[in-house]
């Protein structure tokens, strides 16, 4: 007999969340705070979604998604979870970018992107500041029709490297490119800038065994190794979800799982309106990523001038499509010193990110996959040579993931790393007036999403769902209103 | 409840949501924003406290009457003003 994941679980719940990334441990975690019943379903056998980690037998932890978020982390951790979480938040200070167009090192945030535009770019101070005012003034019901092409053709005209400075790590962080709306480049810039680019100490495996003790705290019921195939509807309202065979009635449900899935896979189109089910179809995925994992052996060390973070490339132009290519020529690479996990053993890490298309991966047969993962691999050990000498002989381990990787664990279409393009956003947040009680939490809209926009963006949907509740609560129940629409 | 207890209400949330500002020189007329670090969380934040001491519910479309001291209490009156202080 298969064990039973779901043993001991209750027959009917206020909410249930499907999914544990950061968006669906925060909306779990602040309903079950609020005194609600919640049942947290998750697929995988660990918590976290993307905010993931695996360990190797030589002491090595590599984090997925760990490469930096906003100083806002800090505050949404201390409100929405716990003071020890948000106390191990810290800022990393050494950002470095090498490219043909410059290469130099910043602590990333609005004084010091001040300095450099002004001193190393030439730009005018007054053109500085209004560029950051207007970013940073920007919300995200505002205009959609500016690109962010457009933004910066308006405060730097032909200045291409000046673009690749303020654009390049934003690709990174949410997949966004030059002809996206100029609002997900504004928010999430003026995030970063406020005061620089963060990091949880203890890794990942800390940060999600915290999350996951505070809900316990919080009386959360969680079950790993369940996933969720349908959630049924009835008379337009959400009735229950069907896991593991088993079928437990519920008054809202919150996805975290893909937005697309959720709509046309687990609900079933015939629960929308036409126009709504076409707006699903036409919202587009973000795009996907490849990563290389670099265990250093266990006595070699990385200086740390190395730095934090490093932009790399070699492509001569800026391009955002070129930042997709398989034929790589960027590369953003997180080191990892002894303390990121000052109680674990000493060991210094290097992963290497680039964006990638999924099509590029898929559709490819099992030699012809194995032959590009390794292709990977070796492009990327010499790549690194230039910022870490000898790279190859003080390796201990070398392994890849590619959009394969990613779609395998966390069930995101396409692999999809930032969940949908910015229309995704509206459909994510209209989806409760076409079902009642049903409500999506997840990397939507590129804003939503990066571990900041996720947690934030659970809390928003946390608070949408408290409301219905009270609200229904404040119903006359069913039977007292039936005796009043006889009489 | 009265305004001038619903200010109060305001003010003691605030001071959760915000403990390093000193609001003591807060002026009712002007935005908050213009006046305090507030951002868009803040004020979902002071939204769902008010749901939670009160069960005053506030549609998002008029989270904009949260602006300042002075628009939150106007708006907030007739919501309240049945409420007995706690
Ligand atoms: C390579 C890479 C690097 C990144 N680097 C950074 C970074 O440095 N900083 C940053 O802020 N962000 C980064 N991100 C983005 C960030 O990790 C994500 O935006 C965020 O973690 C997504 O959270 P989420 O709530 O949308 O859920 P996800 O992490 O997408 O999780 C969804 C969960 O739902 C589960 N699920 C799906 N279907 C079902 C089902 N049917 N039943 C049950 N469970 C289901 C999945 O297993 C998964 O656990 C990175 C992402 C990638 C891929």
Redesign the pocket.
Known sequence: MPRDFLEGAKDEYDVVV?????????TANVLGRAGYSVLL????Y???????WFKRPTGHIFD???????AG?IKSCRRYWTREIADSIVQIKNIRFDNPMFSLTTTYNRDDFTRLLTESFGIAPEAIKSFFETARGMNFYDDQSTTTGELFEKFFPGREDVVRLLMEPIV???GSTLEDPAITYGIVFSNFMSKGVFTFQGGTDRLIGLMQEELINNEIDIRIR????RIHVKNDSVAAVE?NGRTIRTRAVV????LK??IL??VGEEHFDQSFVDAVQETRLNN????VYMALKPNERIDESTGDLLFSSTAREFRTDLLLSRDISSRTY?FYYPNTRPNERPRCLVVS?TNANYKDWSGLSPEEYEASKQDLIETTLDAIEKYVPNMRERVSHVEA?TPIT?EH????VA?????TKFEGLAVSRDLPEQVAGLYH????GII????????N??VIVANAVDGMLMKSAELPNPIAKESISNS | MTPAEIRNEILDILEDIAPDEDLSGLKDEVAFRDQLELDSMDFLDIVMELRKRHRVQIPEESYGELASMQSTVTYLEPLMKDLQKA
């Open positions: 499907i999914g544990s990334g950061l968006g669906g441990l925060t379903l998750e697929q995988h660990k918590l976290g979604g993307m905010a993931t997925i998604s760990l490469h930096g978020f906003p982390m990174y962080a949410n369940c996933h969720v195939d896991v996805s975290n799982a893909n899935t959720t896979k687990m996907s990523s490849t990563q997180s990110s993931s990613f664990y966390t069930k995101h692999g999809a790393s930032f969940g939490a997840g990397s939507v939503m999403s990066g571990w900041l926009g996720a947690i963006y659970g």
